[in-house]
């Protein structure tokens, strides 16, 4: 069992900068890979990027690439999400995620998501 609480949403004019923490506990979360997803309202939820917690190896989508990165804190059992260069169609409630099954695609724990607005 892997509980997952996200911080640091909030609003910030477009170009701004901000960063989401995702707070994990649990065993064996080296295990895991965490991911970032987004839901903007109205809309599905979409993939932001990934970290192996191992490793630190991230990859991102290619909406976000460039100006979004992922980072972990081993001893915070933290991870992030720095997010540069913001713009309006960044606003969404951001989610992080934990899984660990065969398919990298699939995240069976979830935190409660973090609203970020960012304003033109």
């Known amino acids: 069992q892997v509980q997952l609480v996200e911080s640091g949403g909030g609003l910030v004019q477009a170009g701004g900068s901000l960063r989401l923490s995702c707070a994990a506990s649990g065993r064996a979360l080296w295990t895991y890979r965490m991911g970032w997803f987004r839901q903007p309202s109205g809309k599905e939820r979409e993939f932001v990027g990934r970290?192996?917690?191992?490793?630190?190896?991230?990859n991102y989508a290619d909406s976000v690439k460039g100006r979004f990165t992922i980072s972990r804190d081993n001893a915070e059992n933290t991870m992030y999400l720095q997010m540069n260069s913001l713009r309006p169609e960044d606003t969404a409630v951001y989610y992080c995620?934990?899984?660990?099954?065969?398919?990298?695609?699939?995240?069976?724990?979830w935190g409660q998501g973090t609203q970020v607005t960012v304003s033109s």
């Open positions: 970290i192996f917690w191992s490793s630190g190896f991230a």
């Open positions: 995620a934990a899984g660990r099954s065969a398919n990298v695609n699939d995240y069976e724990y």
